[in-house]
């Protein structure tokens, strides 16, 4: 929702056609069910050349296929790593390709940072969520005491969107 509002073009991947058809309520002008059709062939041909920007959560296997997805001087962002930090790469694509590579997390970053992160987003973002462009997907609610059922939905990988633990 973010992207969009800011007025990119948003491909996303889910693995069932409910999650697929919730990226596109959401606004994802292509969606593609990473289980049953091959992201790299779909995002090349819809882009004519590759995405300019790839949001990674997943890693692993995920690494040489992001880079062949990518654009030429595109940007592959490493923000998780669902399915591992390390993977065998041909850095020939890199080269050729002029791709930067990078990762973010919050957690180690100086408090500073953080709160300079806090303005950017309140700057550039609430703004949209104040006209409803950007709002939460909150898929279930549960209880503090029941932390456990949370966890146990949360590992089932049949929700979309947010799950809350309220105290």
Request: aromatic letters at 6%; glycine letters at 8%; one cysteine or more.
């Amino acid at each position: 929702m973010m992207a969009k509002a800011l007025g990119a073009r948003v491909f996303a991947t889910a693995g069932s056609d409910e999650k697929c058809n919730a990226c596109k309520a959401l606004g994802a002008e292509v969606v593609i069910n990473y289980r049953t059709q091959d992201f790299v062939e779909i995002i090349k041909a819809e882009t004519k050349g590759g995405a300019d920007v790839i949001l990674d959560m997943v890693g692993g296997s995920y690494i040489p296929r992001n880079i062949a997805a990518a654009a030429r001087d595109g940007r592959i962002v490493s923000i998780a790593f669902l399915e591992g930090s390390k993977a065998e790469v041909d850095f020939m694509p890199i080269m050729l390709k002029r791709l930067t590579l990078t990762g973010s997390t919050l957690r180690i970053r100086p408090v500073a940072e953080k709160a300079a992160i806090c303005r950017a987003l309140e700057a550039q973002i609430w703004p949209h969520i104040e006209k409803g462009n950007i709002r939460p997907q909150i898929f279930a609610r549960f209880a503090l005491e029941k932390a456990a059922d949370a966890h146990r939905l949360l590992e089932s990988s049949t929700h979309i969107g947010k799950i809350l633990l309220i105290p």
